[in-house]
């Protein structure tokens, strides 16, 4: 069955206290995110501490890269994920970094949005990502990590061609139930029809499909938005996922963000207590 966790807070690298507001809201696991070259040894040891005092399990770690990150589709096209080459040999090289990070943490999952990778599987972009996500999956197949796609900028085709053509094995998709629909690219009930075989972590979240051509759908409550979370939890059953559905309130912390997300996970606990029941 599916375990609702959610994301941890930074605390601005206390993990004792990130840990333990976890444990406080109820979750049993949570992501962990953070750039990795900033992670010291002692914050290692820090994080497997914290994680065992409060029995906490760290499905996935959202690898933050260096340079600008803005999250609509005009500037988004030039600053995120491999997409820019201006940024890309460094941002590979923290997706590189993240894997002795994981691999002593005994987290087998690392996130990234990649950016707005070409749909035109023939321009000389489309073959330059395929080429550096290849060299980091080799990479991280030493380890036995996967190389985790987040969904939202690429639709779900360019999402499946891509993992065909770097053919390493070891690439996945962090499902998140809002992304695709607030970015435009699909429905994401319907998405785990094409990219379903290939999830192995998610994000829980809601939201709108765009209403311009320049910024994202807005993002909403659990339920509040166009996210029909009874059809994607029926979907996972029946594609055998029994991995985690980590909660993502993308508001500033304070407590409307904590009441949705304690909300959220009422209402996602019922729903999947009711779906793996049937």
């Not at 690898?63 to 940024?87: E, H, I, K, N």
């Not at 996972?236 to 409307?256: H, Q, S, W």
Request: aromatic share 8%.
């Amino acid at each position: 069955m599916i375990k609702v966790g959610v994301l941890a807070d930074s605390h601005g690298g206390n993990y004792e206290a990130a840990f333990a507001k976890v444990r406080d809201m109820g979750f049993g696991c949570c992501q962990i995110s953070a750039l990795p070259s900033q992670l010291t040894d002692a914050d290692i040891e820090g994080i497997i501490k914290a994680r065992e005092k409060y029995d906490i399990e760290i499905p996935s770690f959202g690898c933050s890269m260096r340079g600008p990150a803005v999250w609509d589709f005009y500037d988004g096209q030039v600053t995120l994920g491999l997409v820019p080459s201006v940024y890309r040999e460094q941002r590979v090289q923290d997706l590189i970094d993240a894997a002795p990070v994981c691999a002593k943490l005994g987290i087998q999952n690392i996130i990234c949005h990649c950016g707005y990778i070409p749909e035109n599987p023939l321009c000389e972009l489309y073959h330059e990502i395929i080429a550096s996500i290849r060299y980091i999956c080799r990479r991280y197949k030493q380890d036995g990590l996967y190389f985790c796609f987040e969904t939202g900028q690429e639709t779900p085709v360019t999402l499946l061609r891509v993992i065909d053509d770097v053919g390493t094995g070891n690439l996945g998709v962090n499902f998140d139930t809002a992304n695709l629909m607030m970015y435009g690219k699909s429905n994401s009930a319907d998405a785990l029809d094409i990219i379903g075989k290939y999830v192995r972590c998610m994000h829980a979240k809601d939201g709108e499909y765009p209403t311009n051509g320049r910024e994202l759908g807005l993002e909403k409550p659990i339920g509040k938005g166009r996210a029909n979370f009874p059809l994607i939890i029926s979907k996972l059953k029946a594609l055998g996922y029994n991995g985690t559905m980590v909660i993502e309130r993308e508001i500033p912390d304070g407590p409307e963000r904590y009441n949705d997300i304690l909300a959220s996970k009422t209402y996602l606990e019922q729903q999947i207590s009711q779906i793996y029941a049937e």
